[in-house]
């Protein structure tokens, strides 16, 4: 709209706001009437961001459990807040932790998510926005991840608890084309031990391979992924 004042737009927007055809999502933001898809908008709250986390593992299809909430990833920090009825939630990452980025959806209806691999990566980083820590494990199980991916960006996000976990497990589940991953994160696997289970309490046994304190004692991990046959 070039060639009009900012006075000029200000009042056309007021106008269309009144007669319902634009909807105020918040300061100089809008969108068209019946416009409502919950992704697109917020990629629009805030830039540089994606739909992670237990949203993304729903959109995934590696949950059946619907969140109530957005989880949205950035590096920026940004209060959370609720639009049309919706609550979006906002986890501020360090920069690093910015990959495997994905767009979805075409036209106006595209936004950026995390890809399956991301998405459990975050999800083992914070269990407490994955739904629920018995909902991750048969996802991670399910959901037969590229374990090159996996790697790839575990070590850009430089977190090695995440591939510690992710490697004991897939060992203890016995999945397939993980041998060359499980051998990779042997190789980086340094003397602290970290908890299986972040949410969970600081108690079980200690994995001395993996440095794994496993607080989820492995008979209920497998009767986790029983369930699912």
């Not at 018995?134 to 430089?158: C, D, H, V, W």
Request: proline content about 3%.
């Amino acid at each position: 709209m070039g060639g009009y004042s900012i006075a000029v737009l200000q009042d056309i927007l007021t106008r269309l706001t009144a007669k319902e055809i634009l909807y105020r999502i918040e300061k100089s933001k809008y969108c068209v009437r019946n416009f409502r898809n919950p992704y697109v908008i917020a990629n629009v709250l805030l830039k540089n961001s994606a739909v992670a986390y237990w949203s993304a593992l729903n959109l995934h299809g590696l949950t059946e459990q619907i969140p109530n909430v957005v989880y949205v990833q950035s590096s920026s920090r940004k209060n959370d807040k609720k639009v049309f009825g919706v609550r979006y939630k906002f986890i501020k990452v360090k920069p690093e932790k910015l990959c495997g980025h994905v767009q979805a959806g075409y036209g106006n209806e595209a936004y950026y998510m995390t890809d399956v691999e991301k998405t459990l990566l975050d999800c083992f980083d914070l269990p407490q926005y994955s739904g629920g820590y018995e909902e991750l494990i048969r996802a991670f199980y399910m959901a037969a991840p590229s374990s090159t991916k996996l790697l790839k960006y575990g070590k850009q996000m430089n977190n090695l608890s995440v591939l510690k976990r992710m490697a004991y497990l897939s060992e203890l589940f016995e999945m397939k084309g993980f041998i060359r991953f499980q051998s990779e994160v042997l190789k980086l696997v340094n003397r602290k031990y970290s908890l299986l289970d972040p949410s969970s309490s600081d108690e079980g046994i200690f994995n001395s391979k993996w440095r794994i304190r496993v607080n989820v004692p492995e008979d209920k991990l497998s009767s986790m992924i029983n369930k699912m046959y």
